[in-house]
């Protein structure tokens, strides 16, 4: 029986992760941050089937001890300080845990496991002001926020352990990933909630910043199967992954108010207050490379992934457990 590791898996993608490896028959387990409160909404209707122990980014001892405790096969690094309006508010501390802390947990793979695969989650932001579109694994790093800039940091020490100390360590370049499971702070989640409670009567209108800003959308169910399949190669390499489509922030507007039978523009109020210092207008992933190499490829469309985001924030208004 494989083992893994799965820092931040009480997150969207580690949670999803958590559920494909347990599918793939693997002993998982979960790192959690020791906090004043618990949230294990995610996987609660599977916690029982891992093994959580308690360790920090920020700590290197407790690296070095559940490491040592574990022996992972694979270790998947998807904690990080990760929204990245926060970024601007909290930048040193977003620098330590998204930067310096991929460092800590690769000196501590490279102390305790050397022969572990390590999966690092680097992020579609580190592309920022775009050079060209589409973006690739050649496409070089203009990042336009602290969240950016310490993820193009956490992706070049993977590479340079790799490099330095011929460690399996790699990095995926995750465009935007949405699900029933993302925090209600992103802006697609958001969306969702509230067209849920607009259509319920809960709420009146939904205060947007740029709905121009343009992303390449998927299903983070999708995109955890892209990051094993990486770890299953025989040598390790980064890879972008995408869907290869983009959509504005008024097409998911306008599909998800539409889902319900409402018009966006009734219900939607430009608030500068939401405008990013820098923003990020366009990105568009260019995911060839995983397609030939890894044989993946997306199996939710953006519809698919709009609708079924608006039903299961129905659900949850109405009272309804949703685990999707």
Same mark, same amino acid.
């Given at each position: ?82 929204? +990245? ?42 592309? !920022?002001? +775009? ?16 969240? !950016? +800039? ?70 983070? !169910? ?103």
């Amino acid at each position: 029986m494989k083992k893994a590791l799965i820092t931040g898996i009480t997150g969207q993608d580690g949670s999803y992760l958590a559920e494909f490896l347990l599918e793939k028959g693997y002993e998982v387990t979960g790192m959690v941050r020791r906090a004043s409160t618990e949230t294990f909404e995610r996987i609660g209707h599977f916690k029982d089937q891992i093994n959580l122990l308690q360790a920090d980014l920020l700590d290197q001892f407790s690296l070095v001890k559940i490491l040592e405790d574990v022996q992972p096969d694979e270790i998947y690094n998807l904690a990080a300080m990760s929204f +990245v309006p926060t970024s601007w508010t909290q930048p040193v501390l977003t620098g330590e845990f998204t930067a310096l802390g991929v460092t800590k947990l690769l000196e501590a793979m490279r102390m305790v496991c050397p022969s572990a695969k390590f999966y690092q989650a680097s992020s579609s932001e580190m592309f !920022g002001k +775009v050079i060209e579109t589409p973006q690739s694994e050649t496409t070089p790093f203009y990042p336009r926020s602290p969240y !950016g +800039v310490a993820k193009v940091y956490g992706h070049f020490i993977t590479v340079n352990y790799r490099e330095s100390y011929n460690l399996y360590a790699l990095s995926g370049i995750l465009f935007n990933h949405e699900s029933p499971r993302r925090g209600k702070e992103f802006v697609t989640r958001k969306i969702t909630d509230a067209v849920a409670r607009i259509k319920l009567g809960k709420q009146k209108e939904l205060r947007m910043g740029n709905l121009d800003a343009k992303r390449d959308w998927g299903f983070a !169910g999708d995109y955890v199967r892209a990051m094993w399949l990486m770890l299953q190669q025989e040598t390790a390499d980064d890879y972008v992954v995408a869907t290869g489509r983009t959509h504005s922030v008024r097409d998911f507007l306008q599909i998800a108010f539409s889902h319900v039978d409402l018009n966006y523009e009734d219900y939607v109020v430009i608030d500068p207050a939401f405008i990013r210092p820098a923003e990020v207008e366009l990105l568009l992933g260019n995911s060839t490379k995983a397609r030939e190499q890894l044989g993946w490829t997306p199996e939710v469309s953006f519809e698919q992934l709009v609708t079924m985001m608006v039903d299961a924030d129905m659900d949850r208004q109405m009272g309804k457990t949703v685990t999707a």
